[in-house]
């Protein structure tokens, strides 16, 4: 479960103030897979970010029930001179999964051959983002968070990584953002919009389509 309660978002920039996210409040029921949905800036990334707690909001909260993802493929923590070995079995102690599991499951998911057991600084962002990928699924969550991920890699990578990730699905909850439709019907079985600042939740994923084009309709005859 997934629930906003009174959540705003604002930036300053330049002195003026950017409100992303405004006083949304909806709940998306347990073990339902929601698409995001929103123009570019609409404030997507910002509030998965939040459910995962990495930014906090203005004002508001967000109350989950269940071991949370962070962002799924979010690299952004690893540590630089760590092999990708070594930061896989740092993040299992973390999270108190076996560390000998978990390493074996990325080493072949991941496919990064030799690499796997050299710094993490030297990874291209693809490595990155399929070593990121692999460890989020080697865990087991109750709600997945995912920020475009899947795009990463070539076709056969994509399509593993979207049977994996369906699979997953069967025992969780997914909050999914992406701008390729076709993968949030995949993955998704309801919606969120968010536009201009406002969020609107869809029990049916086609109605959140719908908004979604809708918006984008819109922006076009601007």
């Given amino acids: 479960m997934i629930r906003f309660e009174n959540l705003t978002k604002e930036y300053v920039t330049d002195g003026k103030v950017k409100t992303v ?20 800036g609409a404030g997507k990334s910002t509030l998965l970010r939040m459910v995962s707690g990495a930014t906090k909001p203005t004002s508001g909260r ?24 070594q930061n896989c079995r740092f993040i299992a102690r ?3 999964v076996d560390t000998d599991e978990l390493a074996a499951f990325v080493e072949e998911f991941a496919n990064l051959g030799m690499s796997f057991r050299l710094p993490f600084r030297t990874y291209s962002s693809g490595m990155r983002s399929r070593l990121a990928f692999g460890i ?3 865990i087991q ?3 997945y968070l995912v920020d475009e ?10 399509e593993r990584s979207d049977k994996l990730f369906k699979a997953r699905l069967r025992n969780a909850g997914a909050m999914v953002c992406s701008h390729a439709i076709p ?7 309801c919606g969120i ?9 869809y029990e049916y994923l086609e109605d959140a389509i719908d908004h979604h084009r809708d918006v984008m309709d819109r922006l076009s005859r601007r």
């Fill in 149 to 158: 991920i899947t795009a990463v890699g070539d076709a056969a990578f994509r």
């Fill in 94 to 96: 973390i999270y108190g």
């Fill in 21 to 40: 996210v405004r006083d949304l409040s909806l709940t998306v029921p347990t073990g339902r897979s929601v698409g995001l949905l929103g123009r570019n």
């Fill in 193 to 201: 919009v968010l536009d201009e600042g406002y969020g609107y939740y």
């Fill in 141 to 143: 969550f109750d709600l």
């Fill in 136 to 138: 989020s699924m080697g």
């Fill in 183 to 189: 993968q949030i019907r995949l993955l998704c079985d």
């Fill in 62 to 85: 967000v109350v989950t029930t269940g071991n949370v993802s962070w962002p799924v493929g979010f690299a952004g923590s690893f540590h630089p001179d760590l092999t990708g070995l």
